[in-house]
Every structure is written in structure tokens, then in C-alpha cells.
């Protein structure tokens, strides 16, 4: 079975723009996770997707959205983008018929703003 | 609010040695799972081992086993019989499951194997 997927694997932005990334689960799975990784705040749960509906959402302000697709394929939207934005962004996959599914993670998404 | 403490920035251990990687938490919840997760350098993060809060007995994977102290507040990972593919970044993440969905990860544990 191929892994999560993550394109692109690196981006650069400059302040106020907005940015779009995207995830592929595993074939299967109908959970998508997507996290923030920076070097000061360390690795925060943004939100969780299943079935096309947010289901959890992590402590994050509105300029972080996303959604996902029917195949489970789900995108990562920050609007006004700002320099602390700059981060490894993870997602992962799971089942998800329950919360605790084990989660696989994709490759990342490392986002620099300037 | 729920926190998750690892007080070890960075450790090292020996090959085929054991190392403990100590982890606490805080929280008012009593529905709750804890997690083990490893980022080797460059590579995917990988789930090494879980706990369910009221489960008495310590989780095992093979050479990972965790000491789980709910009173205490503590969770800390074992790895026995170290080997070099056990260098990463470790995680320790809690997950409350009742009321509002909690996920919170600790600062991490930067373990290397020195051969």
C-alpha cells in the first residue's frame, strides 16, 4: 500500500498571501490529520477530517481552514499568511473509527514565509 | 488545562543498552489515551506505543514497554537492547476523549544511539 502524501513538499511564501496543501491518505482510510511543527510551540494538532466533515479542530485561529474530498483527499488552507506561520505542516491518516486508530504520517509540508 | 511534560531535551544511550525517556502529564480527565510517537531524522513520525488510561498494565512492543503511573501523573518509555535505528525525535502525546477533544504533544526527546 503506497503512504500518505504530501504535496508539495516545500513552499515559500511571503507575508498576507494564503497557501493550499494537500494530503492523500492511505487507500482506505477516511480520517485525515493535519499538524503544525515549528521549532518554539512544537508539534500542535490543527483539526481531523472524516467522511468530509470536520471533526475535531485543534486552538488555531480562523485563517487556518480545510476540508476534504469523497475519495478522503483532504487540503490544508491558511489565509493572510503570517512569519510565524513558518512550519513543518504533517498530516496522517487513519481508519478512523475511533479517534485512537493509529495515525500514519506523511512526509510533511515545510512552509516558509517571508 | 492538559499539559504534557518530557524534562529530557536530548539523551543518548549506548547500543544494546536500555534508555528510559520520562514523560508526565496533567490533566482532570479520566477517559484518556497516551502515546509514544518517533520522528527519525528526515523520515515519517511513526507511532511506537500506546496506553489506555484505564487499562492497569503497561503496554508492550517488543523492545519498547512503557511505565505508566496514573497517580502520578507519568508515563515514561523504555527501550531495551538500543540500536542505532532508534535514533529520532521522541514524542509523547496525550489524547482526552471526553468532553472536548484534547490532542497535546509533549516538546520531545532528541534520543541518538551511539555505537
Known amino acids: 500500500k503506497a503512504g500518505v502524501t504530501q504535496t508539495p513538499r516545500y513552499l515559500i511564501k511571503t507575508r498576507g498571501q494564503q497557501v493550499t496543501l494537500s494530503c492523500s491518505p492511505i487507500s482506505g482510510h477516511r480520517s485525515v490529520s493535519w499538524y503544525q511543527q515549528t521549532p518554539g510551540q512544537g508539534l500542535q494538532f490543527l483539526f481531523e477530517?472524516?467522511?468530509?466533515?470536520?471533526?475535531n479542530k485543534g486552538n488555531f485561529p480562523g485563517r487556518f481552514s480545510g476540508r476534504q474530498f469523497s475519495n478522503s483527499r483532504s487540503e490544508m488552507n491558511v489565509s493572510t499568511l503570517e512569519l510565524g506561520d513558518s512550519a513543518l505542516y504533517l498530516c496522517?491518516?487513519?481508519?478512523?473509527?475511533?479517534?485512537?486508530?493509529?495515525?500514519?504520517f506523511g512526509p510533511g509540508t515545510r512552509l516558509t514565509v517571508l | 488545562a492538559q499539559t504534557v511534560t518530557q524534562s529530557q531535551p536530548e539523551m543518548s544511550v549506548q547500543e544494546a543498552e536500555t534508555v528510559t525517556l520520562s514523560c508526565t502529564y496533567d490533566?482532570?480527565?479520566?477517559?484518556?489515551?497516551l502515546f509514544w510517537y518517533k520522528q527519525p531524522p528526515s523520515r515519517q513520525m511513526i507511532l511506537v506505543i500506546r496506553?489506555?488510561?484505564?487499562?492497569?498494565q503497561n503496554a508492550t512492543e517488543n523492545r519498547f514497554s512503557v511505565n505508566f503511573q496514573k497517580a502520578a501523573k507519568s508515563f515514561s518509555l523504555k527501550i531495551s537492547d538500543s540500536q542505532l535505528g532508534d535514533t529520532a525525535m521522541y514524542f509523547c502525546a496525550f489524547m482526552a476523549l471526553s468532553g472536548t477533544y484534547k490532542y497535546i504533544f509533549g516538546t520531545g526527546t532528541r534520543l541518538k544511539v551511539l555505537a
Open positions: 496506553q489506555e488510561a484505564y487499562k492497569q
Open positions: 477530517y472524516f467522511s468530509e466533515t470536520q471533526r
Open positions: 490533566t482532570s480527565e479520566n477517559n484518556y489515551y
Open positions: 496522517a491518516s487513519s481508519y478512523g473509527t475511533t479517534l485512537t486508530d493509529t495515525q500514519y
